[in-house]
């Protein structure tokens, strides 16, 4: 981000090559809504280009480019009373096996996996969300969600036993 805020665009192109795939995944899956997502995905990328000339080294990349994430998320959730919606045609990771069966099974573990991820509370799935897509530390979820390390160790922490159960219930 340093080079990139010196002017190098190829700078640019290797942080969004990086780390495009993971932080599409946390707005999708935190939005539930595939067109909702992409465009608050390039908002957020939006957001990374204008703050350019302010960028300062405080924390890990992944950490601010996350409190950025965060932050239009909050806006998002407040705008629409922190209703979700419903995931509509999300394709399941298909399982390496062609067989119906695998298959089958594979997806309806995915369904079940999507189902108790959408039904955690919007602060657990975030710190769940940014572990496992974002792959940060809890210091660094704390970091980017404006909260101490202790709540975000306890939102992960819920996230991961929720998770569990829903998964260990099917």
Request: glycine share 8%; charged share 25%; proline share 4%.
């Amino acid at each position: 981000m340093l080079a990139y805020r010196q002017g190098d665009a190829g700078a640019f192109e290797t942080l969004y090559a990086r780390h495009k795939g993971p932080l599409y995944r946390f707005v999708l899956r935190s939005v539930r809504e595939r067109g909702l997502a992409e465009e608050l995905y390039q908002e957020i990328w939006m957001r990374v280009i204008e703050a350019r000339g302010r960028y300062t080294v405080q924390a890990k990349f992944t950490t601010w480019l996350y409190t950025i994430a965060h932050n239009r998320m909050t806006d998002h959730w407040r705008k629409r009373g922190l209703q979700l919606v419903e995931l509509d045609g999300v394709d399941p990771a298909a399982p390496a096996a062609y067989e119906p069966a695998p298959r089958a099974e594979a997806r309806q573990g995915a369904e079940r996996l999507l189902a108790a991820l959408a039904a955690l509370p919007a602060a657990q799935r975030e710190a769940f969300l940014m572990h496992e897509e974002g792959g940060m530390s809890v210091a660094e979820i704390a970091a980017a969600s404006g909260v101490g390390e202790e709540a975000a160790k306890s939102r992960l922490r819920y996230a991961l036993a929720k998770l569990r159960e829903a998964l260990a219930d099917g």
